[in-house]
């Protein structure tokens, strides 16, 4: 049987597809990828950054979760996890965001490796962007990688991430607070 070949998406006729869409896709090299859903550990990881990050920021800051898109180029877009952004033109536009200060993804199995190195990769192009967290589901544990040289400092429970947008310094403890137990810890 002969392979199907697709021909590449642009940004526009992607997001045409995907406001109709019964499941979500991301949209890779001009390609839609459907998402496969999470787990409860990971929906209350990024509750509990979401939370965290909100009661921090700016007033003129907003912060979303999981289904909002992220335009990278012409050819690219993701959803991440978590994004913090303070841009007017962010907040005009109800469909997607291009200029966010913060981005995260919570760690799964099946992520390790995009999360790690082409996420990475893609989002730190962003000329917006000052950080990029990645959160792990198995211990507290949060990877945050900062501009401009995108180095990786490792934040455990008793720690805090001193981002420079928020108003005081962002508890690991906090954000994994509804998670500890069922990861083994006493609270």
């Given at each position: 049987?002969p ?11 992607y ?7 019964d499941?979500?896709?991301?949209l ?8 496969v859903?999470g787990t ?27 289904s909002?898109k992220?335009?990278l ?7 991440p ?23 995260a ?13 082409t ?42 991430l001193p ?25």
């Amino acid at each position: 049987m002969p392979e199907t070949k697709h021909r590449p998406l642009g940004f526009e006729d992607y997001l045409a597809l995907e406001t109709s869409a019964d499941v979500r896709h991301e949209l890779v090299d001009g390609l839609m990828r459907a998402m496969v859903g999470g787990t409860d550990r990971h929906n209350e990881l990024v509750f509990g950054l979401r939370s965290a990050l909100r009661s921090r920021c700016n007033p003129n800051c907003r912060v979303y979760s999981e289904s909002v898109k992220l335009k990278l180029n012409d050819s690219n877009s993701r959803y991440p996890d978590v994004i913090l952004t303070c841009s007017e033109a962010d907040h005009e536009q109800p469909l997607y965001k291009t200029e966010p200060m913060l981005l995260a993804e919570v760690l799964s199995d099946s992520s390790v490796q995009t999360d790690r190195v082409t996420k990475l990769n893609e989002y730190r192009q962003l000329p917006s962007l000052a950080y990029y967290l990645i959160l792990s589901q198995e211990t507290p544990r949060i990877e945050c990688y900062s501009a401009p040289d995108w180095q990786c400092r490792i934040f455990g429970l008793d720690s805090q991430l001193p981002l420079s947008m928020l108003t005081s310094e962002l508890p690991v403890q906090e954000i994994y607070q509804d998670v500890l137990i069922s990861m083994g810890f006493s609270i």
